[in-house]
């Protein structure tokens, strides 16, 4: 009786012949990276999704702008969604991931993308006891200020907005720590 199947289980079918489950497996899961250009994720895995955004320095086609022009995610698969920003947002699914979002997107180079979690690290999750309600008004207003002061680029200084479109991340973050830095030492700010 012949049964119809995939070429990957047919695949499947004949390794299982000649190895072990756990060698089958592996040849299906490089089988599919190489074929459809994504990893296999089991359910055991402990992985997570990465933030990124879509920097344009040129916009070459007039339509999206400069700055930040689109949210994504490169999922653990290797897919990735990028949700455009702008008065006609749309949404946009790629199964080849980060390679087609730079080959579509990336228009030689006047478009990166800036990742927001870094790829070795887990996805931030609160502290179990962490109760952001329980923060006092001053440190939430210390905060509030920290987050909308003015941050110079790192490659002209401006600190008002600029067309140099640099990453002022870092000077964000030192902002708020050392705004933070009396609750960070002690627990408490005088």
Do not use: Y
């Not at 592996?26 to 992985?47: K, S």
């Not at 870094?118 to 329980?134: H, M, V």
């Amino acid at each position: 009786m012949t049964e119809n199947l995939t070429a990957v289980e047919a695949l499947a079918a004949f390794a299982r012949r000649h190895t072990d489950d756990r060698a089958v497996q592996a040849l299906v899961d490089a089988a599919t990276l190489e074929l459809a250009g994504r990893t296999v994720v089991r359910p055991d895995q402990q992985v997570t999704p990465r933030r990124f955004v879509l920097r344009r320095g040129t916009d070459v086609s007039g339509v999206s702008g400069t700055g930040d022009v689109a949210d994504g995610v490169l999922w653990p698969d290797g897919t990735a969604a990028v949700r455009w920003r702008g008065e006609h947002p749309s949404a946009v699914h790629w199964d080849r991931g980060k390679t087609s979002v730079e080959l579509i997107h990336g228009h030689q180079g006047a478009t990166e993308i800036v990742w927001l979690d870094q790829d070795d690290e887990p996805a931030a999750a609160p502290a179990p006891d962490a109760n952001p309600a329980a923060a006092s008004l001053r440190l939430r207003r210390v905060v509030d200020h920290a987050l909308n002061k003015a941050v110079p680029c790192p490659k002209c200084t401006r600190t008002t907005t600029c067309g140099c479109v640099a990453d002022r991340s870092e000077g964000r973050i030192d902002a708020v720590l050392a705004a933070l830095a009396p609750w960070l030492t002690d627990g408490k700010a005088a």
